[in-house]
């Protein structure tokens, strides 16, 4: 992820076993990262299991909030790819209960298909 993208406030990949290592402590015994996405401090993670929204808080960050969303409370996602003269992708989740969507934005760099269709798997059935 480059600095304009961090600047702009555009989430870009992580490896899996970079994420696996930071988030060991909060992952079940059997489960498995399949996607991670780090916007400088906050994460976006896909396991085998559910979603995670890692929210780090406040200036050193030693505050961090910990959503996690079951794939079958997912009820619908948007996927926005880059166009010529927007260069973020976005993303957006609709939770069962909840009226407004999560939210993210993506640097042009990522992959946002893959992304699309892991959820699609997940939320919509093999």
Excluded at 20 to 25: A, F, G, N, P, R
Excluded at 82 to 87: A, C, M, P, V
Excluded at 100 to 117: A, C, R
């Amino acid at each position: 992820m480059g600095l304009l993208d961090k600047l702009l406030g555009n989430a870009g990949e992580m490896t899996i076993s970079e994420a696996t290592e930071e988030l060991q402590i909060i992952l079940g015994p059997d489960e498995k990262i399949e996607l991670a996405y780090k916007l400088i401090r906050d994460m976006l993670i896909l396991t085998d299991c559910r979603l995670l929204l890692i929210d780090k808080q406040g200036m050193t960050g030693r505050k961090v909030e910990y959503r996690s969303i079951p794939y079958k409370s997912m009820t619908m996602f948007l996927v926005e790819s880059t166009g010529n003269f927007d260069l973020d992708a976005e993303l957006k989740i609709w939770i069962s209960g909840q009226h407004d969507p999560i939210g993210m934005e993506f640097g042009s760099k990522t992959n946002i298909y893959q992304l699309q269709g892991l959820l699609a798997r997940k939320i919509a059935g093999k």
